[in-house]
């Protein structure tokens, strides 16, 4: 019996370590099949940054022979974004796979993916902010413990494979924006019993140099009120300041929460309400002549129905572009005149989670241009959906991510009527309930390569 056992001990073992073998063959085979591929060899004038199974990777459109390069090796990393200048990207790099419990660290790599360096070595909070001119970024770090955060607001120069630091301070405000010029930052103050949500103007040595109460203080004994200005969108020129109201509620704000418009050359005029929409700086964004402001407005979190697409004018004039049943987000601008706005666009769907099944079947990316009807710009099953438009800056190529599963797809690229595939294996979560945040993509367009700094 002792020798039947034994014998029988070492096959389970040996089955055991054949099957462990093949387990680890077919996972080594199946993470080098989904590796990023360049599929497309026509040249795009863009630099691409993106993510695949958590790890960051560069590809160098500009050349036709360009291969993905790898990045990261480890952790997850989500991209923050280009610098101004396109020299530099932005990254958050966490040392584990779950985003939600380890912390992450903001990182700064070279275009060409050289010189990476970690440019805090404390946890960011919230989303790190390029300056719009300068190769500075602001962010909150947690100086504290995660049961009881303290947090730091910096501003940081970029030099080399260093980072200079700006401004160090702790913070009395909750959010902020850069200003256009880069040298101000609008910061938006929360209520308390007897103080207003404000926003206020601070230069770079953390001076304030104005105040804008935007509501009357609130009445904290009904316990759910208006707390303080979130993700501000502030125009090219300046003069206006879209936002979301975020409660003193976080449940309460997940579902919804006002949007409005306010006039940075008129603060005696009250704030605008544009309408409600989910807390996204993505979902916010005003044309680069400052004379529309793109929105997304729908109640409820789940991002796959009953969100449409708004514009409103710097009076607070809106208007729908929406179209009924359907659902809409992800606008961005181009860059050049005359100014069009692409976005996603599908049927609107009950929020469901499948592996095997994209979360808005048949999503397309749109384009609304001028005063014409919105209309499609690419084409596709209804098994496939379409995400991350990034426009050239003229808007006759879009570069955009299609999707055959929740959490994967191609990178693609519609010109001309004609749409091809450049990359394949882009990878990434769906983020809050659908709305693909962060994004898995960010984009510099321009033309011919530059020299290295």
């Known amino acids: 019996m002792r020798k039947k056992w034994s014998g029988w001990m070492w096959a389970v073992t040996i089955a ?42 560069l590809l160098d459109g500009r050349d036709s022979g360009a291969l993905p390069k790898q990045l990261t090796t480890d952790g997850v990393s ?13 990254y958050v790099k966490h040392s584990g796979e779950d985003t939600y419990a380890t912390p992450g660290y903001l990182w700064a790599v070279r275009e060409n993916g050289t010189g990476a360096f970690q440019v805090d070595d404390r946890p960011v909070m919230d989303q790190p902010k390029w300056s719009p001119v300068a190769r500075q970024v602001a962010y909150f770090v947690n100086t504290g413990s995660v049961d009881n955060p303290k947090q730091l607001f910096l501003v940081k120069e970029l030099q080399d494979s260093q980072a200079k630091e700006v401004l160090s301070t702790a913070p009395d405000f909750v959010d902020f924006s850069w200003m256009p010029d880069g040298k101000q930052l609008l910061v938006s ?52 300041v879209g936002y979301y109201v975020q409660y003193n509620s976080g449940s309460l704000s997940a579902d919804g929460v006002p949007i409005q418009l306010f006039d940075l050359s008129h603060p005696k005029k009250k704030s605008t309400e544009l309408g409600t929409g989910l807390i996204n700086p993505d979902w916010l964004t005003w044309s680069p002549d400052g004379k529309k402001l793109a929105f997304i407005e729908g109640t409820d979190r789940m991002a796959t129905s009953g969100k ?45 989670y499948d592996p095997k099944k994209v979360m808005v079947p048949g999503q397309r990316i749109w384009q609304q241009a001028g005063d014409a009807a919105a209309k499609p710009v690419t084409q596709g099953s209804e098994s496939t959906a379409d995400y991350f438009p990034h426009p050239s800056p003229a808007g006759d190529e879009v570069l955009f991510v299609r999707l055959d ?49």
């Open 16 to 57: 055991a370590a054949l099957a462990a073998s093949a387990g680890q063959v077919q996972a080594q085979e199946q993470q080098r099949t989904q590796q990023p591929l360049r599929v497309g060899k026509e040249a795009v004038p863009a630099k691409i940054a993106f993510t695949n199974q958590g790890h960051l990777w």
């Open 78 to 90: 989500e991209i923050v974004g280009w610098s101004a200048d396109g020299k530099w990207l932005l």
């Open 308 to 352: 449409h697409l708004k514009l409103a004018d710097p009076s607070g004039k809106v208007i729908s572009i929406s179209q009924p049943d359907m659902v809409d987000g992800a606008p961005a601008w181009t860059r050049s005149a005359p100014y069009s706005l692409f976005f996603t666009r599908g049927k609107g769907t009950e929020y469901h």
């Open 405 to 453: 599963t929740p959490e994967r797809g191609s990178l693609f690229l519609s010109a001309q009527g004609k749409e091809s595939e450049v990359l394949r294996h882009v990878t990434g979560e769906i983020g809050f309930y659908a709305n693909y945040t962060p994004q898995w993509i960010s984009v510099y367009w321009e033309g011919k390569p530059q020299p290295q700094p």
């Open 189 to 240: 103050t929360a209520a308390e019993r007897n103080r207003a949500m404000a926003l206020s103007l601070r230069d770079l040595s953390g001076k304030q140099a104005a105040s804008y109460p935007i509501a009357a203080p609130p009445n904290v004994d009904e316990g759910i009120y208006a707390w303080a200005p979130r993700a501000m969108a502030v125009s090219p020129d300046g003069a206006h």
